[in-house]
């Protein structure tokens, strides 16, 4: 239960001081005054005054996590996207108002200085960003916590259109440094890679030596991860990769000094840049790299802090720590702490195993096949030659023991369960890898889970029943509602307590306004007010004029076939026909606002971008039909251009194929700043219209089993695309040179691969997708119905709040409790 005081942070400090600190900041950790200073130099600054109460309470928490000698969880994750966080660290000390007044005395105002702040962009999209989300929940909850990952130099790439097409430029989001991160040289790990095994005996006892081929330094940067309130403040630790220094000092005493430096350039580029693929794995050596590079970096920093505080004893390694595979980017852990355990500790392979499986839990996030990491045996016998033993001896015990006692000679569920798939080349199957060696397994959405059961793992299931478990995902209202909706906040505030940035399902009490006029009134008002802000954006952005009065219809999200933004496409071009057809067709006017980035080498996501704004350029400038219907694709999608977005959107278009998104969580943000869902019946767009009740969002499409039905039955796209009029008509419109004027077929490949193949079955969904446009557009125009609709979303969706998930984990998984840290 809540308790009764309130969570809302406190302020620590006057206005006055807080400006002296800037000032100060200002004159002696930047060197220049306040004539001179430019709005970055105001930036760092700023971070500067804020980092003082911050790295108080990295210290403050650590001493209490240490003396308490608390259990620990470590969330292992290759992606962390962050975004910006000046924004959310002042509204979580509590400081966010102090700070504005301080700036505004000084001349100057806040909202331009945090405009300031380089997104840090680790991470693709939502995976990284539930990592995010979750290290926030976690701080928040007092849980003794780290995130474990990598220091990319690079993150996600900066996207531009060049006539259309996406154009990927390097991300530098500390050229200059960031204010929020301490390098820990004192805390620094080697990593081993390549070489050989040599089989050394003692006493007749057989021990394994690794003699590594290469080793790399770690270097952990500590980003402080400030709980809602300011109490905890925990760390997200990222590796950085270095060369080795004696391994130069080798190279260089025998006159290689270039070739030492070429070997301290290849060692950097292990954390150089993030791999931009979002649902398909990269396959790349350099990426298993980077996985081993911080999983056993990671490892190797919770068995320090454990020795440091219990020797060498090891019996209560598992009681103290827990580790949480964030999908099986670091499964590669699992092998790595058998090895640590076994050859360098010396412990039996039936105790480290135990402690092993005691200590991993891993979150599965997806069921597309060509999303499952395998790694080729060959690759993992180069660059890390023990842990190929080490994987062969888990699979042969697995397979000899568990399995052959619950299924006793059955081959054909030894091959389908093996963590090795055969084959001409043979493939180490991560998952399984993840699932053996783990005590929990969790998929991210009720019905995510259900078909991890059903489809993904039914044997290991019925092995272990019960292993198998859901934590549908969660999103930080800290980030997601007062940070980037100042005006709803200040509304609920009105309203109702002010701790519900931590206590959420207290926006359960606005369901009683849902029918005041007056409320309804001040809620759309406040909609409204974001759409202006939204529309000065969009002019800056992309120069075109929309207006506020439309009707904003939002798909953001990274561009993937499964996520279907070309349904989206069809839609558009319909409308945009009947409005050619028909020039007083009645709709609502309405703005359809794209955000998406394509991994570089998935040629039909770019496609899809270049036909969006094919046909946006076409659509906004056709005098006949200009105030109705506008098409605009916001360039370079990311954390901080989604805190814009969210507040102003209407419609939240969440319209993969069912049974294709794991859970979704930009949907847990639209709907609760107040978004209406149009949607599948696919991930936690279930739970949502489950929450919000059914009559409060627009559901549209088949349903997982009408899509199982339909494969089985044989799916014909070409069926659909000659079986309606309409459709059939803007696909064969996408043939000629309509959109692309003297360069005919330059979008044809959309045409054809939606008609010939469509594989995420966007045909059959179509006219029932435009029929839920119908509704949205009907509903709209009554205003009350609408705000009503909204209004119960935002009150209903305290069941997303990534507090809510991180306490499933720590009752559920992790088995821990919070540390408080010591106040001041
Ligand atoms: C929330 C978020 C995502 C995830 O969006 P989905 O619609 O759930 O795929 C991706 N990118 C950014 C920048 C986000 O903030």
């Known amino acids: ?117 380089s997104d840090m962009a680790l991470g693709n999209g939502g995976l990284g960003r539930l990592a995010a989300c979750f290290i926030d929940s976690m701080a928040t909850l007092n849980l003794p916590a780290v995130g474990y990952g990598i220091h990319y130099e690079h993150g996600l790439f900066r996207q531009e259109f060049f006539k259309g097409r996406q154009v990927e430029r390097p991300d530098e989001w500390r050229e200059f440094g960031s204010a929020w991160e301490i390098c820990r040289p004192e805390s620094q790990q080697t990593v081993k890679l390549y070489g050989y095994v040599e089989t050394v005996y003692d006493n007749g006892a057989a021990r394994k030596v690794w003699h590594p081929g290469r080793t790399l330094r770690a270097i952990p940067w500590d980003i402080p991860i400030v709980g809602y309130g300011g109490r905890n403040v925990n760390v997200l630790r990222l590796w950085e990769s270095r060369a080795d220094k004696f391994f130069d000092w080798d190279v260089f005493n025998s006159g290689g000094y270039v070739d030492a430096y070429a070997e301290s350039v290849q060692a950097e580029t292990v954390s150089k840049v993030l791999y931009p693929n979002d649902e398909t794995p990269a396959g790349k050596e350099l990426r298993l790299v980077q996985q081993y590079f911080f999983s056993a970096a990671s490892i190797a920093d919770v068995m320090r802090r454990y020795k440091a505080a219990h020797g060498d004893d090891l019996t209560k390694f598992a009681d103290l720590n827990a580790m949480q595979l964030n999908d ?158 100042p005006r709803l906040s200040t509304l609920i505030e009105k309203h109702i307590d002010d701790d519900w940035p931590r206590y959420l399902d207290k926006l359960e009490g606005l369901k009683k306004f849902a029918d005041d006029a007056e409320f309804q009134k001040e809620y759309m008002a406040i909609k409204h007010a974001n759409k202006e802000d939204m529309v000065k954006v969009i002019k800056e952005l992309t120069d075109i004029d929309v207006s506020a009065d439309a009707i904003f219809d939002v798909q953001i999200k990274r561009l993937h076939e499964y996520k279907r933004q070309h349904l989206n496409l069809l839609h558009i071009m319909a409308l945009y026909r009947r409005l050619l057809i028909d020039p007083n067709y009645d709709m609502h006017p309405r703005v359809f606002i794209f955000g998406a980035k394509a991994a570089p080498g998935y040629k039909m996501a770019k496609d899809i971008i270049f036909a969006i704004n094919k046909v946006a350029e076409k659509v906004n400038n056709d005098p006949r039909i200009k105030d109705k219907l506008k098409v605009v694709f916001l360039p370079n999608y990311r954390v901080s ?43 936690a767009n279930i739970e949502i219209a489950e929450e919000a009740g059914r009559e409060n969002v627009v559901i549209f499409g088949m349903e997982v089993d009408d899509v199982v039905a339909l494969q089985e039955k044989g799916y014909n796209p070409g069926d659909y695309y000659r079986g309606n009029d309409e459709l059939k008509a803007v696909l064969d419109w996408l043939e000629g040179d309509f959109f692309t004027p003297g360069e005919p077929g330059l979008l044809a490949e959309v045409k054809r691969n939606l008609v010939e193949q469509d594989p995420f079955m966007v045909l059959p969904d179509f006219e029932s997708y435009c029929e839920a446009h119908q509704k949205i557009d009907s509903l709209y125009r009554d205003q009350k119905a609408w705000a009503r609709a909204a209004i119960i979303n935002t009150a209903s969706l305290a069941k997303f709040n990534s507090d809510r998930s991180i306490a499933d984990y720590a009752d559920y998984i992790w088995h821990m409790k919070g540390v408080p840290a010591a106040a001041k």
């Open 1 to 117: 239960m809540p308790s009764k005081t309130s969570a809302a942070p406190k302020p620590q400090l006057t206005v006055k001081q807080f400006q002296d600190s800037v000032v100060k900041h200002l004159r002696s950790t930047l060197g220049t005054y306040e004539e001179k200073a430019s709005k970055q130099a105001w930036n760092q600054a700023v971070s500067a005054a804020i980092n003082e109460f911050v790295f108080d309470g990295v210290s403050r928490t650590r001493k209490t996590h240490a003396a308490k000698d608390a259990r620990a969880v470590h969330y292992l994750s290759l992606e962390f996207l962050m975004g910006r966080l000046m924004s959310n660290n002042l509204h979580n000390l509590g400081l966010y108002d102090i700070a504005d007044q301080a700036m505004a005395k000084l001349g100057l105002n806040l909202a331009d200085i945090l405009e300031e702040e």
């Open 328 to 485: 099986t980017h670091p499964a590669i852990a699992i092998p790595e702490l058998m090895r640590v355990l076994v050859d360098e500790e010396g412990l039996s392979w039936d105790k480290a195993w135990a402690m092993t499986r005691q200590t991993f839990a891993y979150t599965n996030h997806t069921l597309l096949p060509e999303a499952l990491e395998k790694w080729p045996l060959k690759l993992i016998e180069k660059v890390l030659p023990r842990h190929l033993e080490i994987i062969f001896e888990i699979n042969a015990r697995f397979l000899n023991d568990e399995v052959e006692n619950k299924w006793p000679g059955n081959d054909g569920v030894k091959r389908k369960l093996s963590i090795i798939e055969e084959g001409s080349d043979q493939m180490i199957r991560m998952g399984h890898l993840s699932a053996i060696g783990s005590h929990t397994v969790n998929g991210v959405a009720q019905i995510h889970s259900e078909l991890v059961k059903k489809d993904l793992f039914p044997e290991l299931n019925e092995l272990w029943p019960g292993k198998f478990v859901n934590v549908t995902n969660g999103i930080t209202p800290r980030r997601w509602m007062k940070a980037c909706n």
């Open 641 to 683: 251009l989604a805190e814009k977005l969210i507040p102003a959107a209407d419609v939240s278009e969440q319209i993969s194929l069912a049974g294709k998104e794991a859970s979704g969580t930009g949907n847990m943000k639209l709907a609760l700043n107040g978004a209406i869902t149009l949607g599948t019946m696919d991930g």
